[in-house]
């Protein structure tokens, strides 16, 4: 702009999307006395980018927040987490994980345990022959389960207790308890009646 000496000017910095004045005044006024340049600087916005990786409806941390800064018109990208434990498992996701930056950005994802399945058999031993129906239930990893024993038919009893019949779910279970035929033994006796003389040796059979 052509200006005559003596004139008044006055020069105000222009908003400019993405970008924040870095001077101290926005505005530069006076009077002409020589030809003379006004220069104003930007400088690129910074905004926070907080990326946090909680337990479902919580703010119990399974990994270490991430925070970091990014500039106003760029683009940025968020993650789940490869940090947390395996007990879990991802559950959704508060924010938006993707986009373009134009101010602070929170984004939260939930992380849930995951769901095992349990399954119990009854089993003849030696055999996959069913002597109760299979129970299957879920339960969260971490969490304790216990199971126990059928009633089945009165002719069978059980072999013995499995080893994994209790104890921490951190996958799907399978227990399966055995059982067999009960034995019973008879003796066969030969006693002079009324007495218990033996008139022959006992014979004993199982």
């Given at each position: 702009k052509t200006l005559?000496?003596?004139?008044?000017?006055?020069?105000?910095?222009?908003?400019?999307?993405?970008?924040?004045?870095?001077?101290?005044?926005?505005?530069?006024?006076?009077?002409?006395?020589g030809n003379k340049e006004i220069i104003f600087y930007y400088t690129r916005k910074q905004a926070t980018l907080t990326v946090h990786h909680y337990i479902e409806v919580t703010t119990t941390k399974l990994a270490d927040s991430e925070i970091s800064t990014v500039y106003w018109g760029n683009t940025y990208s968020t993650n789940k987490s490869s940090n947390i434990s395996t007990d879990y498992e991802y559950s959704s996701v508060q924010g938006t994980p993707t986009g373009t930056v134009a101010g602070d950005i929170t984004v939260i994802y939930y992380y849930k345990l995951k769901?095992?399945?349990?399954?119990?058999?009854?089993?003849?031993?030696?055999?996959?022959?069913?002597?109760?129906?299979d129970v299957v239930t879920t339960q969260k990893y971490t969490t304790t389960y216990s199971t126990k024993a059928a009633t089945v038919d009165s002719n069978y009893e059980l072999v013995g207790t499995p080893n994994n019949a209790s104890g921490t779910v951190n996958g799907n279970i399978t227990v399966t308890y055995y059982y067999r035929q009960k034995s019973a033994t008879l003796t066969g006796n030969h006693y002079k009646e009324g007495t218990t003389t033996k008139l022959a040796d006992n014979e004993t059979s199982t």
């Open positions: 005559n000496y003596t004139d008044r000017y006055s020069y105000t910095a222009k908003d400019i999307t993405n970008y924040q004045f870095s001077g101290t005044n926005k505005t530069i006024s006076g009077t002409v006395t769901t095992a399945t349990i399954t119990i058999h009854h089993y003849i031993e030696g055999t996959t022959t069913k002597l109760a129906d």
